[in-house]
Nanobody, 124 residues
């Protein structure tokens, strides 16, 4: 069983930055695809970013491309989401996800392991 614990959410003004962290209770990230999803009030959960185990490329939603960066630290079993140039429409609960060798890393259904979520609120 994999447990994921997010941190780093909060309130920030538009144009500001936040870094989300997600610590995993597994011995190693080896073989795991990692990602972030978000859900705004009244909206469906949506893909934000993914970092497949292979590491050859990362995936981003068009809405965050160029502003968000996903990264991972194997020594700490932690995945990060650096968010810059934040907009009010980025306001949502952000969820960290993980699973072994997903077929479609941009789909929520590809992941069995989810964190509890961390709230990000961007004020205008």
């Amino acid at each position: 069983q994999v447990q994921l614990v997010e941190s780093g959410g909060g309130l920030v003004q538009a144009g500001g930055s936040l870094r989300l962290s997600c610590a995993a209770s597994i011995r190693t990230f080896s073989g795991y695809d990692l990602g972030w999803f978000r859900q705004a009030p009244g909206k469906e959960r949506e893909f934000v970013a993914a970092f497949p185990w292979s590491g050859f490329r990362t995936f981003y939603a068009d809405s965050v491309k160029g502003r968000f960066t996903i990264s991972r630290d194997f020594t700490k079993n932690t995945v990060y989401l650096q968010m810059s140039s934040l907009k009010p429409e980025d306001t949502a609960v952000y969820y960290c996800v993980a699973d072994r060798l997903t077929t479609v890393p941009t789909k929520a259904s590809s992941y069995d392991y989810w964190g509890q979520g961390t709230q990000v609120t961007v004020s205008s």
